[in-house]
């Protein structure tokens, strides 16, 4: 009955709108227009950072397939709008709102405000001088964790087999050691917890690597990117290189290893592989070093990465 009282109402108040209110209305109907495309364009993009089907994100997140394609599609429910006037009504950030926690002490709200509004070239040196003076990172202990970061198919096993045997340091591949703690296949414990229980294991596993070996040569999984805190940690503690290669070499490398978990049951695989690729890349250049790994030999490709190290 009161979906039915609101309708009334919206409909009593829409006739008896003015003409300047019926522009008014106009554009505020297509300013939500716009925030609901770009929170399903959001959606979306994070969907791909992780490499989730939307078929695994309804399965993980309770969420029916059609009611995601709707959101991506820009045809949100009309209550993000409603939780969105709230927050604009009350000069507020929509992140506020929903933040899951307690109120963030207000020095790190103005601190958040701050970097905001700087220009991109200069957040990146303030997030360099921010872990310089605040990170209590000892740069040549970071210069001997070395992490390989980049799609599957890259060559991360086996120039991270290869280079850490050169520079006499452990090789360690992160997704077996997440199966090794949890006792059971990736697959697994994505059935059984979810993306958000393999992330949670994923920075738990990553943390022990760090705190038991002053040196490695570490293969991550092509995906660690998507975690914003995970992947800040590995950036932090640890010398990054980007290993890249072209969609096609991607594709070509794991089929040639047997697999083809990455795009089971999709027709499409190589667009989805290069969608992945385009909204990750942002994510990857973030390491300090990127190493291309198309058309080489893997002992030119490695001598390029032992230099690139010997340079940091």
């Known amino acids: 009955m009161s979906r039915k009282r609101d309708i009334v109402h919206v409909v009593e108040n829409a006739a008896a709108q003015t003409p300047a209110a019926a522009v008014s209305a106009g554009a505020d109907s297509s300013s939500q227009s716009d925030y609901l495309r770009l929170l399903g364009e959001r959606v979306r993009e994070m969907r791909a950072r992780r490499g989730m089907t939307r078929k695994i994100l309804a ?15 820009g045809q949100g429910n009309i209550s993000i709008l409603r939780l969105r006037q709230i927050a604009q009504a009350l000069d507020t950030p929509l992140e506020a709102l929903v933040l899951d926690g307690p109120e963030p002490p207000v020095d790190l709200v103005h601190t958040t405000e701050f970097l905001r509004r700087l220009p991109a070239a200069e957040l990146v040196e303030a997030r360099r001088l921010l872990v310089e003076h ?31 045997d050169r520079l006499e340091a452990p090789f360690l591949e992160l997704d077996r050691l997440i199966e090794q703690e949890s006792g059971v296949s990736l697959s697994v414990i994505f059935d059984l917890y979810g993306q958000s229980g393999f992330r949670r294991l994923e920075r738990r596993v990553l943390d ?33 290189v980007w290993l890249r290669a072209t969609p096609e070499e991607h594709m070509q490398r794991v089929i040639a290893q047997g697999d ?33 790994t198309s058309g080489g030999s893997v002992e030119e490709t490695l001598e390029m990465l032992q230099q690139s190290i010997r340079q940091s």
């Open 208 to 240: 022990q690597v760090i705190e038991r070996y002053p040196r490695f040569v570490l293969a991550t999984g092509g995906s660690l990117v998507s975690e914003p805190a995970t992947f800040e940690r590995l950036l932090t503690m640890c010398f990054t």
């Open 260 to 292: 083809m978990r990455p795009m089971a049951d999709n027709r499409e695989s190589m667009s989805d592989l290069r969608r992945i690729l385009d909204v990750r890349e942002p994510l990857y250049r973030k390491a300090d070093a990127t190493i291309d």
């Open 59 to 73: 399965r993980d997140s309770g969420v029916s397939e059609r009611y995601l394609a709707q959101l991506e599609s």
């Open 134 to 164: 605040f990170g209590g990172v000892d740069l040549d202990a970071r210069r001997g964790r070395i992490a390989l970061v980049g799609l599957r198919g890259a060559g991360k096993s086996t120039l991270g087999a290869m280079l850490a």
